[in-house]
């Protein structure tokens, strides 16, 4: 999601009111509401994680009204201290993911071979 900001602070979603504007990379409402079912913790928690309201984050997951800079900053760190992890939009889109440690790849790799010796798929 690009956000322009206003050399007077205001900032919104692809509004500049006609001052000179700076395009920021921020996170967009659907990767907010990706993230936060990919961390599965509530509103309430990333609230008071990221110092924003309740109704602020439900109104812009929702598609409404963005936060201003600072308050997508403190989402998307917010959002990214319970594991999410934001990819930066491309020709394929904008995306996020959890992001694992070493010590949970390593439990994830060894759930691997848990489930028996690997047999022909039967599917034609």
Known sequence: MLVCLAASGYAAAGYSRGRTAVEVETIT?????????????????????SGLGVDVIRRFEAGSTPPDVPGLRALQAALESFGAHFIPEDDMGAGVRLRFTSSVSRKVAGWENEGGAVGDDDVP
């Not at 509401?33 to 309430?44: D, P, Y």
């Open 29 to 49: 409402s659907g990767q907010c509401a990706a993230a936060r079912a990919l961390t599965q913790i509530s509103v309430e928690v990333l609230a008071v994680r």
